[in-house]
């Protein structure tokens, strides 16, 4: 019986001599080494500094903290936030991290791939530089599909493609000008995830389908370059050895049946339905991606957990109504409820969120400890400190197991202000995550062309976080 | 094992240690070239000079690897005449050189290893076909361009996916300023590199990026292709209700963008009749359907052989999954085909006495319609090409200029992802070629910088959300003048590089522009004696009915909110005070238009405009109605207008910008532009082991700096051909203002300190000043192959007035435009075509016109070999 991922590695070794032939895009981890996953759960609307201060600190910290001086205090002897009480079961696990600037980024209502990308993102593909840093941390852990990525779209402003259960433009990008693509719903991610192991005839038609035509256009296009020569055969041979790389990777999936089949997310109907309220598809989010994480389909996750063009339905307190959540970011009382609380409300759900992916990637054993021994949770805004922010801060709560190469756990951190010697911005935290799992990048993320006034070098890594 | 087996297995250790170097390969070289080594390279490159560290006395004892890098270097080199050293006496001749780049060219082929060859087809190594032997007339093979796919750039995609569901020009203008895409479910796979110059070349290839967009493309187009049919099944009511569910609950259909939902009201016949169908399709109704589908994707018939597969598999599709699901596989399968995305110009026909063969009339339609517009050919072409009216040099030259002289088949905006919300791309009647001259000037990289907006004293705007920004309103400014003078149709490149008059803003034309002035110079001069300030509603009731016969006072006719209509009274009042009122004409958009974002004049080294927060609380009981006066610009409103201390487009802000870094002005960039796409010289790539950084030094110019680091021998030898042609433009610094002196950007010569957190645009304090140093503007010009040009310049505008004189410019842009036309390099064999068209434009008195007719009726663009 197959009752972890390590177990399904060594099952899938010995059955379908799978590992020995993978390359960079395959089962690439040996199964003695667990790899290293990483959620990025993303929010708009901006997360507010204040909120995610301790509310025990002392008033000598907490005068500092108004300051905006540096800050480091142990987790342990403080209160969480009341809106992280969902963490308070983690808290060995937890950091909040203040201070990081990002003025680099495009800021305020929308900021497209700004957040993860640390340059000016906006609707037009020629303004995505490189790959987001979810996507460099792919390439160091890889895995059959790599990367997924999981979004509540806006359906205003934004990235709104006007498809909110479709899959559309999402805000990762694997490369200069190439976005990534996220899935708007539940429903059409378990479509697309496991339908190698879906049970609906339907599906399994479809699936076989397009199997059959993957192999068609590979054998013709193979046939077409046949006859050529040199630089025109390659034209034609690359993209029919395109088509065979797809289907080697169908085939290693196939290969995953089993173990897939078991960490199908087992959905009630209401998180397939069409008519999904925001609650329900963030949760149905969770499950999906909770499934391809355990069965190994993928370790770097992408969720947009909701975006300032997307209205809420089903928010607690305000059920039958759609949620404008700009209206939030301008303080309007809504239903009865000031916008504070809105917002307060709508973060502890995200918190509930994270809690359900820590608890259960702590049931699932792996090496001498768990699942989750492996993974860091990333939630941070995807605009910064407020509504209409300026990118002069990026809080940052980040969760993270036992095997964590960022010291930084259990603690409450904040930075040297926008300015100050020794400020950090979001290029040199990703640049301490790039280089702490395996990439040697001297600087990740666009220069803030403002902070060259003040004469401080902004590359490089935050050395005191590097183990 | 056999005895066979067992050698080879003996071998293999052998092969092995060949291939990774460890044995020298014997290599040949013939007494002759080796005379040749002897006279003109080991006098440097022997045992005992070793200059530059090369050896070359010993290539025989070389492993093999260490050769093969040895002689590709050489190969290049000598290539482009950079050895023998330009200031060594003894040169090899013509036929010396060949020798030498024929030895060296076997030895590389023979290990399959040589670089220049793969080098050559790029863009970048254009420059390294000699341009004297181009243009002097002694190459006579007859011109031809290889049988080629060139892959579709993104645009032709966009058309190629709307001629797949036939849609006509209304219903593709619907999708026509989307930026990213056509429809919904179709992502465009395509990206051309960002650089100056011409970036859509045939070398481009597919990937498995692509692919892996076209998958999900091709199974939504397939869907969608057949929907209509679909409509008519059982399946009915589903269809509806899964199109409709890309809502969320309870929103009201209208308020979902339609876009996502589309699909064409009709199902082709061939398709329609196997989703309808009860039973199993007849092997002549699968026939039919794949046909359709080949000529809807492909523009053609399928072969016998093609048939045969395609009907297979559409057989077993349906069998497996039934008909609409089978059908829409084999659909899906024909939008997989390579060729659906490549543009096929293989050549038919009988081989000409040279080896050639002609396009095909097919071929010839789509390869002059994607010239001129990107757009698949219009009725009459296609006409023609079926009716074999598409063979000879004046059938090509007759549909040319008709499509030339057509005002309306391929109009549109210049670049839809200019546009925005409050700006809208440039239209014209053919974008494609004012792309050519943005291309080969390079000024829409200006949206690729991102600037320090509190450097410009807030005036910058960086690309963001929704807009590009400062630089979108200075490319876009850019692309109306070179559409200016290609409509003039006149001296073209000796215009477009000296001309002093720009349009600036300018959002509305002469005619209507000239008309709101004289609008708004009426009402201002009936109301300003008025009592307006302190009694607005009643002045404006006054006035009401004449109000009411002026257009661009439509704004201050009652609406439903009074409030609006006071504060909006009051802000043209104030607007027109500052403007009108202070013997300047103001711009014809009032500065309180919501998003108005028109703060770019500065760069132009003009005064500013009026901004929104100047006029935003006239309201307010703290609004000081006499604003401090501001030397506002008196906006010229008919335009084209003449601007002081500018030359032509490189001196266009967004050429400069373009040409900048995002800190500082970059005359090692725009040297080498200067040097590589008017002189149609090369610069070497920069060698991996240099570390190139201008040093800090918070006292000198960065020119002073530059010159500092480049000085040194091994650096000078490429900078000297960039440099001097560079540093005439520090007269304009990186936002492209017009300067006389550098500040020196350093916390240590500040004469203003900054805000600490940064100022916003529009704030009047907060921003640094700083000490500054006279800039040098003295260059040197070298390289036109005319000894009254050459020589030392004094600033750029004496540099730009040569170069426009030169026939080696003009000739250096006819190369570039044989590049956008041909999709590839100039070869030696090309000579001719380039010969005439450089005549042509010449001959017509510098029409552009005449160069492009010229290049698509030549043999390089209608034979293939």
Redesign the interface.
């Given at each position: 019986m197959i009752n972890n991922r390590r177990d399904f590695l060594k099952h899938s070794l010995m059955s379908a001599g799978l590992m020995a032939s993978v390359n960079g895009s395959g089962l690439a981890v040996a199964p003695s080494k667990a790899p290293m996953r990483f959620i990025f759960m993303h929010r708009g609307n901006g997360l507010w500094p204040r909120v995610c201060v301790p509310p025990s600190l002392d008033p000598k910290t907490l005068e500092k903290e108004n300051r905006k001086e540096p800050i480091d205090v142990d987790l342990d002897s403080h209160d969480l936030p009341e809106w992280m009480d969902p963490l308070s079961e983690h808290k060995e696990n937890l950091t909040i991290l203040q201070g990081l600037s990002g003025?680099?980024c495009?800021t305020?209502?929308?900021?497209?791939c700004s957040s993860m990308g640390v340059f000016?993102a906006?609707?037009?593909?020629?303004?995505i530089r490189w790959a987001t840093v979810d996507f460099e941390l792919a390439k160091l852990f890889p895995s059959p599909v790599n990367h997924i990525e999981m979004a509540c779209f806006p359906?205003g402003g934004g990235n709104?493609?006007?498809?909110?259960?479709?899959?559309?433009?999402g805000f990762s990008a694997?490369?200069?000008?190439?976005?990534n693509?996220a899935f708007g719903s539940p429903r059409i991610a378990m479509e697309e995830l496991f339908k190698s192991v879906s049970t609906d005839m339907s599906a399994k038609?479809?699936y076989?389908?397009d199997r059959?035509?993957l192999e068609?256009?590979a054998n013709?296009?193979g046939a077409?370059a046949g006859p050529l020569y040199g630089?025109?055969k390659?034209?034609?041979k690359?993209?029919?050895d395109?088509?065979e790389?797809?289907r080697d990777r169908n085939r290693k999936i196939d290969a995953m049946a089993d173990v897939i089949r078991r960490h199908v997310p087992k959905l009630d109907k209401k998180y397939l339905d069409?008519?999904?309220?925001?609650i329900d598809r963030q949760i149905g989010h969770t499950e999906v991606l909770l499934g391809a994480l355990i069965s190994g389909l993928t370790n770097v996750v992408a969720f947009t957990v909701d975006e300032l063009g997307h209205?809420y339905?089903?928010f607690p307190g305000l059920e039958g109504m759609?949620l404008n959540m700009h209206d939030v970011g301008h303080n309007k009382v809504i239903g009865g409820l000031a916008a504070e609380e809105i917002r307060n409300r709508c973060r502890t759900h995200h918190m509930s969120l994270i809690d359900r992916i820590v608890k259960r990637l702590k049931s699932v054993p792996e090496g001498g400890g768990t699942m989750f021994d492996n993974t860091t949770i990333f939630y941070f805004p995807d605009g910064g400190e407020t509504h209409h922010s300026?990118g002069?801060e990026y809080p940052f709560v980040v969760i993270s197991g036992d095997n964590t190469r960022v010291d930084l756990r259990r603690r409450y951190v904040r930075l040297p202000n926008?300015?100050q010697a020794g400020h950090k911005t979001l290029g040199n935290w990703y640049t301490t995550l790039l280089n702490a799992y395996g990439n040697s990048i001297e600087h990740y993320g666009?220069?803030d062309?403002?902070l060259?006034?003040f004469?401080h070098d902004q590359k490089g890594p935050i050395e005191q976080f590097l183990v | 094992m056999s005895f066979r087996c067992k050698f080879l297995l003996l071998l293999l250790p052998l092969f092995f240690l060949m291939e990774i170097g460890l044995f020298a390969v014997p290599f040949t070289i013939s007494d002759k070239v080796q005379g040749l080594m002897e006279n003109y390279c080991f006098d440097c490159h022997d045992g005992d000079s070793k200059k530059g560290d090369i050896q070359l006395d010993n290539l025989e004892d070389l492993v093999l690897q260490d050769r093969l890098d040895l002689l590709n270097k050489v190969q290049e080199q000598v290539y482009i005449k950079e050895m023998p050293p330009r200031k060594k006496k003894v040169q090899p001749n013509k036929i010396e050189r060949q020798q030498l780049l024929d030895w060296i060219s076997i030895e590389l082929r023979n290990h399959n290893a040589s670089t220049l060859e793969e080098k050559l087809r790029y863009s970048n190594y254009g420059n390294y076909v000699d341009h004297e032997r181009l243009f002097n007339g002694e190459v006579k093979e007859k011109p031809f361009t290889p049988a080629r796919r060139w892959l579709i750039n993104p645009r032709i995609f966009n058309e190629r996916v709307m001629d797949v569901f036939r849609l006509d020009r209304s219903e593709r203008a619907r999708f026509a300023q989307r930026q990213d895409g056509v429809l919904a479910g179709v992502k465009n796979p395509f990206i051309i590199p960002e650089r100056s110059g011409v970036r859509d070349y045939d070398v481009r290839m597919l990937n498995g990026g692509h692919l892996l967009v076209m998958i999900t493309n091709a199974k939504w187009i397939a869907q969608r292709q057949i929907f209509s049919a679909l409509l008519k099944t059982f399946q009915n009511q589903e269809l509806i209700d899964d199109l409709n569910s890309t809502r969320t609950a309870g929103t009201p259909v209208k308020s979902i963008s339609g876009l996502d939902r589309w699909y064409p009201k009709v199902t082709p016949d061939a398709f329609e009749k196997i989703v309808l169908k009860k039973g199993f399709p007849t092997e002549v109704e699968m026939g039919a359907a794949v046909q359709e589908q080949f000529d809807f994707v492909l523009r053609r018939k399928a072969t016998e052989e093609e048939l045969a597969k395609y009907v297979e598999l559409l057989r077993s599709s349906i069998s497996l999954a039934g008909n609409s699901e089978g059908l829409q596989q084999m659909l899906f399968a024909v939008l997989l085909e390579s060729d659906f995305l490549y543009r096929l110009e293989l050549g038919g026909g009988e081989i000409d006495d040279y080896g050639r063969r002609k396009l095909t009339p097919q071929e010839a339609s789509f390869a002059i319609s994607y010239a001129l517009g990107d757009l698949s050919p219009d009725l009459e072409l296609l006409k023609v090409a079926e009716e074999g009216r598409l063979e000879t040099r004046e059938d090509y030259r007759r549909e040319v200029k008709r499509l030339l002289s057509d005002e309306k088949y391929f109009k549109g905006p210049v670049d839809p992802s200019l546009s925005s919300r409050h700006m809208r791309s440039h239209e014209t009647s053919h974008p494609k070629i004012v792309r050519f001259f943005r291309e080969f000037f390079g000024y829409p990289l200006a949206a690729k910088i991102f600037k320090d907006s509190e450097r410009s004293d807030g005036y910058y705007k960086n690309p963001d959300r929704g807009t590009l920004g400062t630089p979108g309103f200075l490319i876009n400014e850019a692309d109306r003048l070179v559409d200016w003078y290609l409509k003039k149709d006149k001296n073209v490149f000796e215009n477009l590089l000296t001309t002093e008059e720009f349009f600036v803003y300018h959002n509305k034309d002469n005619e209507t522009g000239l008309k709101i002035i004289a609008e708004w110079n009426e009402f201002y001069k009936r109301l300003k004696d008025t009592d307006w300030k302190n009694n607005p509603e009643g002045v404006l009731a006054e006035h009401m009915e004449f109000i009411k016969t002026k257009p661009s006072l439509k704004r201050l006719v009652p609406g439903s909110n009074d409030k609006i209509q006071r504060r909006t009274f009051l802000r043209f009042m104030h607007f027109f005070s500052d403007t009108i009122g202070k013997g300047r004409t103001p711009f014809t958009t009032l500065a309180t238009t919501h998003g108005y974002a028109y703060h770019h004049s500065t760069f132009y080294s003009l005064p500013p405009t009026p901004t929104l927060p100047r006029y935003a609380s006239v309201e307010s009981k703290n609004f000081k109605g006499n604003l401090p006066d501001a030397d506002f610009w008196d906006y010229p409103v008919v335009q084209p207008f003449k601007i002081s201390n500018r030359k032509g487009l490189l001196t266009h802000p967004a050429w400069l910008i373009a040409h900048s870094s995002n800190f500082h002005t970059d005359p090692i960039k725009r040297g080498r532009w200067i040097r590589e796409k008017l002189l149609a010289g090369q610069v070497p790539d920069v060698p991996i082991t240099v570390d190139a950084q201008v040093p800090e030094d918070p006292h000198k110019t960065l020119r002073e700096r530059v010159q500092l680091v480049t000085r040194k021998a091994e650096c000078s030898k490429c900078h000297v051909r960039m440099n001097p042609l560079g540093f005439p433009f520090e007269s304009f610094d990186d936002f492209g203002r017009y300067r006389l002196n550098e500040p020196l950007e350093h916390e240590e010569h500040f004469v203003a300190k900054p805000n600490k957190v940064p100022a916003r645009p529009w704030n009047i304090k907060g921003f640094p000043v700083y000490k500054t140093k006279n800039v040098s503007t003295k260059g040197e010009l070298r390289g036109t192959g005319n000894p009254n040009l050459d020589g030392e310049v004094s600033d750029a505008f004496d540099l730009i007035d040569r170069l426009a004189k030169s026939e080696r410019v003009r000739q250096s842009i006819i190369r570039h435009a044989f590049r956008f036309y041909m999709g590839r390099n100039e070869m030696l064999s090309d000579s001719q075509t380039l010969i005439d068209a450089d005549r042509s434009y010449v001959q017509s008195g510098g029409s552009f016109k005449a160069v492009i007719i010229s290049l698509l009726t030549s043999d390089s663009f209608i034979y293939r070999k």
């Open positions: 003025m680099m495009t305020g209502h929308h900021s497209w000016k906006n609707e037009r593909l020629g303004s359906d709104a493609k006007g498809t909110l259960d479709g899959i559309a433009t694997y490369g200069p000008q190439k976005p693509f038609t479809q076989q389908l059959k035509v068609f256009v013709n296009e077409n630089f025109e390659a034209k034609v690359n993209y029919a395109s088509v790389d797809i069409p008519n999904i309220t925001t209205r339905t089903g759609r300026r002069s926008y300015g666009a220069i062309n403002g060259l006034k004469g | -």
